[in-house]
């Protein structure tokens, strides 16, 4: 007698069948649709032109798009100065890589509030301005890293006054005596700009500052990279100078 399967087994087996192909179907769609593996690392645009950076930009997979402008006097009008992702950060294929350039002519923005701000979200808003993060000068108060003062060229600035585009704003931070403490990272390879925010991402100060005798412009130093640094690796008090030594010459890289 011939065997029948049993219209149950047949549906079950069906049913399952069914699901797998569904799950490999998502599993493709998502795949494709968030391209899973396919990362590039984001390049370097600092100091290039918006041309030479969108050049750029295609040869490594990804895009730019100007998003901000400030003023840095000595910088050539027109070039990178800033980007987001930093330059080296991992990043899907495709993804836009945020500019800030530097005006051909200097503008006016209006400073923030940063008063009771930690230093990430004071740095934030000041970079959101077209502002620098200068000197973290800390004090002892019961809150760690709360900005309690704000100052440009060495004086006081009031929320609302009018500061030109690129400027450096100094904090005055709060410091509990239990929470004095950061280490140094390694700068090494870095560009002064990624250097210095690298640094404050420690809450550490950048110190001396020294260029290669080859370095003699203002676009030579935004190219140039450290190779020499002070306390790498060390436990610090939050506001700690880091020294730090720049050149062109990348074959003056120390092994990793």
């Known amino acids: 007698m011939a065997f029948k399967p049993n219209w149950i087994v047949k549906n079950l087996l069906l049913g399952l069948l069914f699901v ?3 799950l490999v179907g998502v599993a493709i769609g998502l795949n494709l649709i968030t391209r899973h593996g396919q990362n590039v690392i984001a390049p370097d645009f600092t100091n290039l032109s918006v ?3 969108t050049e750029l930009a295609e040869k490594e997979n990804v895009a730019v798009k100007v998003v901000d402008s400030v003023f840095v006097r000595r910088l050539q009008g027109g070039v990178v100065y800033r980007q987001s992702p930093r330059a080296g950060a991992t990043v899907k294929k495709g993804r836009s890589i945020f500019l800030t ?3 051909v002519v200097p503008r006016k923005v209006v400073m923030p509030n940063l008063f009771g701000y930690s230093v990430t979200e004071a740095r934030s808003e000041l970079q959101n301005r077209g502002l620098n993060l200068g000197k ?3 004090v002892r108060d019961i809150a760690t890293n709360s900005v309690l003062g704000q100052f440009c060229e ?10 030109v ?11 509990a005596r239990e929470d004095n403490q950061t280490t140094v990272p390694r700068l090494i390879g870095m560009k002064y700009v990624m250097a210095t925010d690298a640094l404050h991402d420690r809450f550490l100060n950048l110190g001396q500052v020294r260029f290669d005798p080859e370095i003699r412009t203002y676009a030579d130093s935004m190219n140039a990279v450290v190779y020499k640094q002070s306390a790498m690796g060390e436990n610090k008090n939050l506001g700690f100078p880091v020294n730090i030594t720049l ?3 990348t074959s003056k890289l ?3």
């Open 20 to 22: 797998a192909l569904v």
């Open 247 to 249: 050149t062109l010459d």
């Open 51 to 53: 041309q030479e950076a």
């Open 136 to 138: 973290l000068n800390y």
């Open 254 to 256: 120390p092994a990793e």
């Open 101 to 103: 350039i530097n005006s």
């Open 165 to 175: 585009s690129g400027s450096t704003i100094d904090l005055k931070v709060g410091v």
């Open 154 to 163: 060495g004086r006081e600035i009031k929320a609302g006054d009018l500061v």
